[in-house]
């Protein structure tokens, strides 16, 4: 073998060698329309890091949650990025489920993350999972109805207030019903409205040493309020009603007010889409003087599972999707309002951002209402506002939302509802080894 030959070999061997190092990225996302626009952008991305190719598996938000679960519980190693919500983060951080973002880069400005949002995503100091976007709850309402009232919403509004200005703004005759609220059974519908609502009244789930508290009287307080509240003043049917259902019903002016996820504004103030697109105003969630609103808080993340072999090049990805530089690739190619809301401060500091979202201060000033580590009035032993981070609260919060909804219904009495709530979160907790 000639000299030639053997430097003509060596080299191709080390071609070879250094396509085989390229790594591949699969990444589990949620179908919606900030995740599809990010994977048509990530050029952006494997123009930066060439080494680093990427495979997306884009999944409807049911399956993607069996999906991600069932690989993260066995150490599947199926996917190197996850995109999992506020609620699984605490959850599977304690599992060590997932490895920490500890090497973000110098540029990346952790503390630019709300406080609110950071604090979902954090244990024991670290952060485990980073916010693509995040938003909390408000009330919407009808600017003109409200005058009609001879009433002026206040940016801070009291329960006591919202249910007075919801009776005096129904009129059945002309299909106007003064407030729409959540009424569809589930962890993640009627109970994430009911639950943020409880908050205010000084209710709990669970007390320090994991007692279940609906038979306490913020609980009754609560149950009571909202299905007298929707009795004179909500929609037909309100139990059937979820986010879909009330955001089409505001959009056709038939909710003098509505009281849901922050992210819906940019709806009710489409004109392509909403009747009452130039009359509607924004206040923060209610609350009943005790320190706390009735406002949730939430956020799709993204995270490295514990089971990959690629948590670099895993995380120099997460870096670029949730970054400052992102977002104004996004205003760049789509314009400032399709930006992911509700992340970083900076972006509420921006004049252009400002402009093209008028209800961007009352998102952020929602946001930064919501404080996950401390929920509620009294203290408690668990992290979420709209949840509890504990593994049984999906099938639990399903089962007590049934309960609230048949209440809601007439189906049941509001006692009744309780103390099968009540019943059903006893056996639970005792089950999960929580109380004896």
């Avoid at 007692?211 to 149950?223: A, C, G, H, S, V």
């Avoid at 697109?277 to 993340?301: E, F, I, M, S």
């Avoid at 209800?359 to 930064?368: E, H, P, Q, V, Y």
């Amino acid at each position: 073998m000639t000299l030639k030959t053997f430097l003509l070999g060596a080299c191709s061997l080390l071609a070879l060698s250094g396509i085989a190092s390229a790594e591949t990225l699969t990444i589990a996302t949620v179908n919606n329309g900030d995740m599809v626009r990010m994977q048509k952008l990530t050029d952006d991305f494997t123009k930066k890091n060439p080494g680093i190719e990427l495979k997306w598996v884009t999944l409807e938000e049911n399956v993607l949650r069996e999906r991600v679960t069932t690989d993260i519980a066995t150490k599947g190693g199926q996917y190197d990025v996850m995109t999992i919500g506020t609620y699984e983060v605490p959850i599977w951080a304690k599992q060590n489920w997932l490895l920490p973002l500890d090497k973000l880069g110098d540029n990346y400005d952790v503390n630019d993350i709300l406080p609110a949002i950071r604090g979902g995503l954090s244990a024991d100091g670290k952060l485990y999972a980073a916010p693509f976007y995040g938003e909390s709850s408000m009330v919407m309402y009808r600017k003109d109805l409200m005058d009609k009232a001879g009433l002026k919403m206040p940016d801070a509004p009291t329960w006591d207030f919202v249910a007075d200005a919801a009776r005096k703004m129904t009129d059945r005759s002309a299909g106007i019903n003064g407030i729409c609220l959540r009424g569809k059974a589930g962890w993640g519908e009627n109970m994430a409205f009911l639950t943020a609502m409880s908050n205010s009244f000084g209710a709990r789930w669970f007390d320090e040493k994991w007692k279940p508290q609906f038979d306490q009287p913020e609980w009754k307080e609560t149950l009571d309020f909202y299905v007298k509240l929707m009795k004179d003043a909500g929609p037909q049917g309100a139990s059937s009603n979820g986010f879909n259902e009330n955001l089409a019903l505001f959009q056709q002016g038939k909710c003098g007010m509505w009281i849901d996820a922050t992210v819906a504004a940019s709806f009710v103030s489409d004109p392509k889409n909403s009747t009452v697109a130039d009359k509607v105003g924004y206040a923060l969630a209610p609350d009943k003087g005790l320190g706390k609103r009735g406002n949730w808080l939430w956020a799709w993340t993204l995270a490295v599972p514990a089971g990959t072999q690629k948590a670099e090049a895993a995380e120099k990805f997460i870096a670029w999707a949730t970054s400052k530089d992102y977002l104004k690739l996004v205003a760049d190619k789509e314009g400032w309002a399709n930006v992911p809301p509700g992340t970083r401060q900076s972006l509420y500091d921006n004049a252009e951002y400002q402009k093209a979202a008028p209800f961007a201060k009352m998102t952020l000033d929602s946001i930064n209402a919501a404080d996950p580590t401390k929920p509620t009035v009294k203290p408690v032993p668990y992290v979420g506002v709209q949840f509890v981070a504990i593994p049984e609260f999906q099938g639990l919060g399903t089962t007590v939302g049934q309960l609230f909804s048949a209440a809601l219904a007439g189906q049941t009495s509001v006692d009744d509802a309780l103390k099968q709530a009540q019943d059903a979160a006893t056996a639970t907790m005792t089950e999960g080894g929580y109380i004896q």
